[in-house]
Nanobody, 128 residues
């Protein structure tokens, strides 16, 4: 059983920053059994894998659209995953979801856009 709860979304001006947090609750396994990812869904667009990370070895993947602006990190001791978002653009506006998967690699999870467990999402709006 895996539960994920996102927080940290909000309204920010273009060029600003936000940090999203994902609290991961795992029973039966340790967190390093899973890959954790951030996905986003904007109105009228398909869901996109933004960034994914392996809690076991720290391997990361970033979508080209966020590379060099977003940073994913994990605190295994606290079962927390973060997404630091800098230089935000209006096109980053979306509902952001945290997800966990035990099958796919980090890259596959983000590219294929699949995961076993999903959070409820947090809205990020970038607007002046």
């Amino acid at each position: 059983q895996v539960q994920l709860v996102e927080s940290g979304g909000g309204l920010v001006q273009p060029g600003g920053s936000l940090r999203l947090s994902c609290a991961v609750s795992v029973s039966g396994f340790t967190l390093d059994h899973y890959r954790i990812g951030w996905f986003r869904k904007a109105p009228g667009k398909a869901r996109e894998g933004v960034s994914c990370i392996s809690s076991r070895d720290g391997t990361t993947y970033y979508a080209d659209s966020v590379k060099d602006r977003f940073t994913i990190s994990i605190d295994n001791a606290k079962n927390m995953v973060y997404l630091q978002m800098n230089s935000l653009k209006p096109e980053d506006t979306a509902v952001y979801y945290c997800a966990a998967d035990s099958f796919f690699t980090v890259q596959a999870m983000c590219k294929i856009n699949e995961a076993d467990h999903w959070g409820q999402g947090t809205q990020v709006t970038v607007s002046s």
